[in-house]
């Protein structure tokens, strides 16, 4: 059983530290790292941690660690994967790697410097998903043809969205391109084999137009086209009323994909005084809950095998550049080359 500890214990963070302690008999969650004292304070009574530490430094020292999950701000991932990479802990660190492309490039380096006896993995979860796993079969069996067309969405429900706006008012997400389409490009980069080559971003804040004064968006749209001449159309929001809105359609010459069509919670049909409905995914980590206990299985499996992880500090690097163009090209106007 590999010693696992984690730092960061806000969503995401808690949604790891869940899986771990109830999903994943591979690992034991030993230790958690938080400078919020009430997450300290959830990792001993809720999910059992004996060793909490509000030094990250201090807890990759002293805990005896096989490996390490990375869920704290963006702004300070990259030094943290350095240090513990350094010290020769596995680093399975959470996506976006940082907020800036130089600050990405160091971990990179850094991760290419020990890859040779210390294991990394970016959090790109819908890699793991069953549905995405399905679809990236069918499309390299040559069942749908040459892809022509991918069109995506992802947006957060609108329950989420007052608590964006006071997070946006004290903190820095990168914005909307960078903390939420960086999913959408990295899967499509996994999905086809291709980079992207040129984007044009548009965003707008009809619900929330506070946003617009601390430079953040609730809807953004990019078109993009990739090396191989395909194209492709990606919406990210965060403001969808009826839940959590992920789907992807993938044109090809001789069939379509489209996952997620309809965004349905599960395949239960409610016949009830409202009509006849399907309830819909709340949120990302019911959506993608089992993707998300998959992608630490699979990285603990890297450990044991001394295989290399699937989603590695390039991918993260070259799906930032994307994201951060898509920013600069909602910012001028223009169309980008990547």
Not at 20 to 32: D, G, Q, R, S
Not at 39 to 62: C, H, P, Q, R, W
Request: with cysteine.
């Amino acid at each position: 059983m590999l010693r696992v500890g984690i730092v960061g214990l806000g969503r995401m963070g808690k949604t790891h530290a869940q899986n771990m302690v109830n999903h994943i008999p591979e690992v034991k969650l030993v230790a958690a790292c938080s400078i919020f004292e009430e997450e300290l304070l959830y990792a001993k009574e809720y999910l059992g941690v004996e060793n909490t530490y509000s030094s990250f430094e201090k807890m990759i020292d002293e805990a005896k660690l096989d490996f390490v999950v990375i869920a704290a701000g963006a702004d300070v991932r990259p030094s943290m994967i350095c240090y513990a990479m350094e010290k020769g802990i596995h680093t399975f660190a959470e996506k976006p790697l940082g907020l800036s492309e130089e600050d990405i490039k160091k971990v990179v380096e850094v991760v290419e410097k020990y890859k040779d006896r210390v294991k990394f993995q970016v959090g790109f979860m819908r890699r793991f998903d069953a549905d995405y796993l399905y679809a990236k079969e069918k499309i390299e069996s040559g069942e749908i043809g040459s892809i022509v067309y991918i069109r995506a969405y992802g947006i957060d429900p609108s329950s989420g969205l007052d608590s964006f706006v006071n997070f946006a008012k004290n903190s820095n997400s990168g914005g909307i391109y960078h903390d939420m389409a960086i999913h959408d490009i990295d899967l499509i980069r996994w999905l086809t084999g291709c980079e992207f080559s040129k984007v044009w971003a548009v965003g707008a804040n009809f619900a929330r137009p506070e946003l617009d004064e601390v430079g953040e968006l609730e809807t953004g749209i990019v078109q993009a086209q990739l090396n191989n001449g395909a194209m492709v159309h990606l919406v990210v929001g965060r403001n969808a009323p009826h839940g959590y809105q992920v789907e992807t359609e993938i044109m090809g010459t001789k069939g379509w994909l489209r996952i997620a069509g309809v965004p349905e919670k599960n395949l239960v049909t409610i016949y009830d005084h409202t009509g006849v409905r399907r309830e819909c995914s709340a949120n990302f980590p019911e959506r993608f809950k089992k993707a998300f206990i998959e992608e630490i299985v699979g990285f603990a499996r890297c450990i044991k095998e001394n295989r290399n992880p699937q989603a590695s500090a390039q991918d993260g690097l070259i799906a930032t550049r994307v994201s951060l163009v898509c920013q600069q090209s909602l910012q001028e106007g223009i169309i980008k080359e990547c």
